[in-house]
């Protein structure tokens, strides 16, 4: 015997005594419930044979008859709910036979040369993973008949055994991946039939399915009066026997996965190396580009029909910029596994829907305020409208803030000076978002005001109380301050004359992920007290549009359900949210830069674009802007407007021209 099958049998043997010991729990559990009845039935023979007499076996059979009844009563209740309760089951797309003959055919071929049983069915779901699901509850529709089930084995030996799982298949493995790297990523995936048509191990997990459902239903809000004790009851039961069977059911899986790899090494083993490394490139791409790109749409109300071969072509930009991935690129000149299905458009447009709906929470079916967007379509119809209306949405916040709304001082205009009404123009941001030049009359925020009218900075507070109490003087910054690198105190250095932001992209192309905290435990604050106004109240904005869309979202008619809608719960979407809500200071500075956009289209010429890795862009002359980032943050978070205004003067912006809103 080869080590290939020593290892396959230990993990399918080890699985097996994990099934065993579930199916033991699932035995003592009956055994509790019955045996009051038994004593109780024992009690009665024995007074009807005369045997078990007189006043304590009387009073026994009194106590002991109602508590066996109220048990079984409690026993049937559970196991009722644990039989009918409808397990979890991912929410995917349905692939039928006929709309992809190719791919049934390679997975079918693929069980025949792992000698297992193959997949009853494949399902896509719009993510970077590839799993088998048992759909065979009564709740998830009837199982094809057995003499009409090709792919389901045509071997009598088959016949009796449980019917397979349905293989669910990551929809962006079949874009990015050639036909090979998915037959060989597949392997151990559909090698785990072998495993679960195994009598006790399907069992075992139907018994573990079970329990979690009526754990599920018992859970569930809005039970009345009269049935909540019941749900408790059937829900403490049910948590009691997943704690007991926990430890088993994974040790279970574990075996159960162990023995599917062993079995998979002798398909397509050297290729598997290479298509996992497609695998980690592909979830790379598909997470960039759901979050860059999907996203922003999304919250335009418009979903992009075609994502699957929008990852294709992050990907292929990807290596395009990165000499680590130049080698990827030649692989798109052989056979994409998406040739497989007849109609892929159809099939990436379902995807997409879902994704949208899983990772959104939009709504299940285009409309009127959900409707699908091309990729062509994208710039004019995504990029445009979220910068124009969120120029829009900022400069009706800046309507409701008076002239002295941020620092309750009067502007260097004096204090008489009335505000004048200005349009829709960038100059009105930045002259409301950049912090008045300090003088011996207005100190600027974070300096008190000495005897005399003179100006006193931090560092001369510190000093004078250093100085009286015999210590050194340190400086100290404060807290949550933000500044640019090498400069230590720009409110009292002079402006530089150079650029203090050179050309060039902080990241560079081709980084996926910028070296640094993605996700800080604490969100910069803002020094700029004009810019922490306007984003509370923008922050308060977005609030109640948001509240108003989901409002009329909800009080619209519910989609029909359908087969597969029916298989999942949809009362929690988002299932999976794709970034946490946007903090003030990332609100302000999205909307400062929309309004830079709107001004460079309208005054320069610049026109939207998409980048498939960064998302909405900016081109300028047709090259796209890399470096209006760490200028707008110049401006919201320290108020210093300089590097913002330099930048615009070379680009050929206008921001006293007023822009078109939406």
Not at 521 to 544: S, Y
Request: hydrophobic letters at 45%; charged letters at 25%; proline letters at 10%.
């Amino acid at each position: 015997m080869t080590g290939i099958g020593i290892g396959e049998d230990v993990g399918a043997r080890g699985a097996r005594a994990r099934a065993l010991a579930v199916l033991r729990v699932r035995s003592r559990a009956l055994a509790v419930a019955v045996l009051p009845a038994a004593v109780a039935v024992v009690l009665l023979a024995g007074g009807w044979t005369g045997h078990l007499v007189g006043p304590f076996w009387h009073a026994a059979r009194w106590v002991v008859t109602p508590l066996a009844v109220l048990v079984l009563l409690a026993a049937g209740a559970v196991g009722l709910v644990v039989a009918r309760a409808r397990p979890a089951v991912s929410p995917t797309v349905a692939v039928p036979e006929e709309t992809a003959p190719d791919l049934y055919r390679m997975v079918r071929d693929l069980a025949d040369r792992l000698d297992v049983p193959a997949p009853s069915a494949i399902a896509l779901t719009p993510d970077c993973d590839s799993w088998l699901e048992d759909r065979t509850h009564p709740s998830h529709g009837t199982p094809p008949a057995a003499e009409r089930d090709e792919i389901a084995g045509a071997r009598a030996a088959h016949r009796r055994t449980p019917a397979a799982p349905v293989l669910v298949i990551g929809s962006p493995f079949l874009w990015w991946m050639r036909v090979g790297e998915l037959r060989a990523v597949l392997a151990p995936v559909v090698a785990g039939t072998g495993p679960s048509a195994h009598p006790d191990i399907a069992a075992a997990r139907r018994f573990v399915r079970g329990l979690d459902a009526a754990v599920a239903v018992a859970s569930a809000p809005g039970r009345r009066a009269l049935t909540r004790p019941v749900g408790a009851g059937v829900g403490w039961t049910a948590r009691l026997l997943l704690r007991a069977c926990r430890e088993h059911a994974a040790q279970m899986e574990r075996g159960v996965a162990a023995a599917a790899a062993e079995r998979a090494q002798a398909v397509d083993y050297g290729l598997r190396i290479v298509a996992q490394e497609q695998v980690g490139l592909a979830y790379a791409g598909w997470d960039r580009l759901l979050t860059r790109v999907a996203l922003p749409a999304w919250r335009m109300g418009r979903w992009p029909s075609r994502l699957d071969a929008g990852v294709v072509a992050a990907l292929t930009e990807l290596s395009r910029r990165d000499r680590l991935a130049e080698g990827f690129a030649s692989r798109l000149g052989e056979r994409p596994a998406c040739d497989l299905l007849d109609e892929p458009g159809v099939i990436d447009e379902a995807t997409s829907l879902l994704a949208a709906r899983l990772f959104h929470g939009g709504p299940a079916e285009p409309g009127p305020d959900w409707a699908p967007v091309d990729w062509e379509e994208y710039p004019e119809e995504v990029v445009d409208r979220k910068w124009r209306t969120d120029a829009a949405r900022l400069h009706r916040v800046l309507d409701t803030l008076g002239p002295h709304d941020a620092l309750g001082t009067h502007d260097a205009r004096g204090p008489a000076a009335p505000r004048p009404a200005q349009g829709p123009t960038l100059s009105r941001v930045l002259d409301h978002l950049t912090l008045p030049t300090p003088t011996p009359e207005t100190p600027v925020p974070g300096e008190s005001a000495a005897p005399g009218g003179t100006a006193v900075t931090g560092e001369a507070a510190v000093a004078e109380g250093s100085a009286a109490t015999g210590g050194t003087a340190v400086p100290e910054e404060p807290e949550g301050a933000l500044r640019p690198e090498g400069t230590l105190h720009p409110e009292s250095d002079p402006v530089p004359e150079s650029d203090p932001f050179p050309e060039g992209d902080p990241f560079p192309e081709g980084d996926l992920f910028p070296e640094g905290d993605l996700f800080p435990e604490e969100a910069p604050v803002l020094r700029n007290e004009r810019g922490a106004a306007l984003a509370a109240r923008l922050t308060t904005e977005l609030a109640r549009e948001e509240a108003t869309a989901s409002d009329g979202a909800a009080a619209g008619a519910r989609p029909a359900v359908t087969p597969d809608t029916a298989l999942w719960d949809d009362g929690g979407l988002p299932l999976f949210p794709l970034q946490p809500p946007r903090t003030a200071r990332e609100l302000l500075a999205d909307h400062v830069t929309a309004m830079v956009c709107c001004a460079a289209m309208d005054t320069a010429g610049a026109a939207p674009g998409l980048d498939w890795l960064d998302g909405p862009s900016l081109l300028l002359g047709g090259e796209r802007t890399k470096d209006l980032t760490p200028r707008v943050l110049s401006l919201v978070e320290d108020g210093d407007p300089a590097p913002l205004r330099a930048w615009l003067v070379a680009s050929g912006i206008r921001p006293e021209k007023p822009v078109r809103l939406v």
